[in-house]
């Protein structure tokens, strides 16, 4: 076990004691300056054994992060190659232009062991030229780059932890230039002392990762995985999550499937609609700089060209074989997640994707709901008694309204939904109606809109409603 109390408010030189590279370290630190980062904050201890610098990251992430992340379509076996395909394709497809900056290597990309002085290795074979090479390429070219490691001894995929490391490892990082950190718990839970929570122990050692990360100096957008830790309990990472992480995952792993419909209790949430329902337990907790992560996207994954594992865990759930969604689903998801300002993460092969692909996942007018400035939370509208549809609102910077109805339903539903039950406001003039995913514009006639909709199983419509004459601010 790590001796927390041993470490609070040891100073920053005493860390060289867990094998920190001296030179890494005055890399950061002169950066850091240089960046005017460093600030002069007083230390915030949290008993969890790192000095916090809570001003480092302060301002990152306002908005939910968008990128692409190697796990879906590589899994273990990543390699720079696959890196910089994605960094050229996020460039040449317009996807870096509509938002999408963080290019993350999930798990693998590790040898199994540290080097003499307890530095993480990437694999040479498949980063020959290291990170910090991989790093400079993918800032070459206006983006930033992800990593992945666990607060455990060991990451999902069995390569070396963060567990008693996590100074020493976010020096490395910040050192060579990454700019997000995804953190899996894994094999952290098992390494709980008798008599402490599941949850305390989840806080502490996530948030021992935070506070090593913004010691550095260097801004790293944190993102968590509590999901994977095998408690409930602890998983709410909603309730507990926004003042240690940048966004935190409230679902289990996502996979290209509709929904769930054989018996995954052991494993919920693994499909599009599945989360629809959980929603109203977290919606409300995003917010800037700390937003609900529904997992990867899984907008493009074809058979052909997805993580086996991946596909193994949609046809766990369906009792199917060759799952991915088809371009109505892909439309519904991207705006189920942009609704619930969900970070957006692709994991399809960007270098082959359709045009169908290409155009839902650049959709300026949907991507705007997920970005927008104010940050709301969505929420739920009308209960069970629009059967079959699922509606949720959203008030949007500016006083606009994003409106999200979704049919999860195997038949076509037409409905007209009344602006009263939405919470939607009269106004003299009318509303404007945007529908973001045919861009269709009309007029209500009334104070308070009617909604219309015809949509096909598993459609969604995605609106925009700005009032008529409004002046701006
Ligand atoms: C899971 C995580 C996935 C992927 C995988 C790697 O826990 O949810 O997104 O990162 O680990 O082993």
Redo the contacts with the bound molecule.
């Keep these: 076990m790590i001796d927390d109390a041993a470490r609070v408010r040891r100073p920053a030189w005493v860390r060289t004691r867990f094998g920190l590279s001296l030179s890494a370290l005055l890399t950061v630190l002169v950066l850091g300056g240089l960046c005017g980062l460093g600030g002069d904050a007083p230390d915030v201890s949290v008993g969890v054994g790192i000095p916090a610098h809570r001003e480092v990251s302060a301002g990152l992430a306002r908005t939910p992060p968008m990128g692409w992340?190697s796990?879906?379509l590589r899994?273990?076996a990543v390699s720079a190659v696959d890196i910089r395909a994605a960094a050229d394709a996020l460039v040449v497809t317009g996807m870096r232009g509509a938002g999408y900056r963080y290019v993350t290597v999930?798990?693998?990309w590790m040898l199994p062991t540290r080097d003499e002085h307890g530095t993480l290795i990437a694999d040479p074979g498949r980063f020959p030229g290291g990170i910090a090479a991989l790093a400079r390429y993918v800032h070459a070219r206006g983006l930033r780059l992800g990593i992945?490691e666990s607060p455990g001894r060991t990451?999902?995929?069995g390569r070396p932890g963060s567990y008693g490391h996590e100074a020493h490892d976010a020096v490395t990082f910040a050192a060579w230039g990454v700019d997000y950190l995804?953190y899996?718990?894994?094999s952290y839970p098992g390494l709980r002392p008798a008599g402490t929570s599941a949850r305390a122990w989840l806080v502490a050692g996530f948030t021992r990762m935070r506070n090593a990360l913004d010691a550095t100096g260097r801004p790293i957008v944190y993102s968590i995985?509590p999901?994977?830790s095998g408690d409930p309990a602890g998983e709410r990472a909603w309730s507990w999550a926004s003042s240690v992480a940048n966004l935190w995952?409230v679902t289990?792993?996502h996979a290209p499937c509709w929904a769930t419909v054989l018996p995954m209790d052991y494993y919920p949430g693994v499909c599009t609609s599945d989360s629809f329902d959980p929603a109203s337990a977290w919606a409300s907790e995003g917010g800037p700089g700390h937003w609900n992560d529904l997992?990867?996207l899984a907008v493009g994954l074809t058979p052909s060209a997805v993580n086996p594992?991946v596909e193994n865990l949609a046809s766990l759930a369906t009792g199917r074989v060759s799952n991915q969604l088809d371009d109505t689903e892909a439309r519904t998801e991207l705006s189920v997640w942009s609704m619930f300002a969900s970070a957006l993460i692709a994991g399809n092969d960007l270098t082959t994707m359709s045009p169908a692909t290409r155009t839902i996942l650049t959709n300026r007018a949907v991507l705007a709901i997920d970005q927008d400035p104010l940050g709301a939370p969505a929420s739920r509208r009308g209960g069970d008694s629009w059967d079959g549809l699922s509606v949720w609102t959203r008030p949007l910077a500016g006083g606009d309204t994003a409106v999200l109805v979704v049919n999860r339903g195997d038949t076509r539903r037409a409905a007209d939904l009344p602006g009263s039950p939405l919470a939607l406001r009269a106004n003299p003039a009318g509303y404007e109606i945007a529908d973001l995913w045919t861009g269709r514009l009309t007029r209500t006639a009334g104070t308070v809109p009617t909604l219309s909709v015809d949509l096909a199983p598993h459609e969604a419509a995605l609106v925009r409603l700005t009032p008529v004459g409004r002046t701006a601010g």
């Design positions: 992340n796990w879906n899994g273990a999930d798990d693998g992945y990451t999902c995929q995804k899996d718990a894994c995985n999901s994977s995952r289990n792993d997992d990867m594992d």
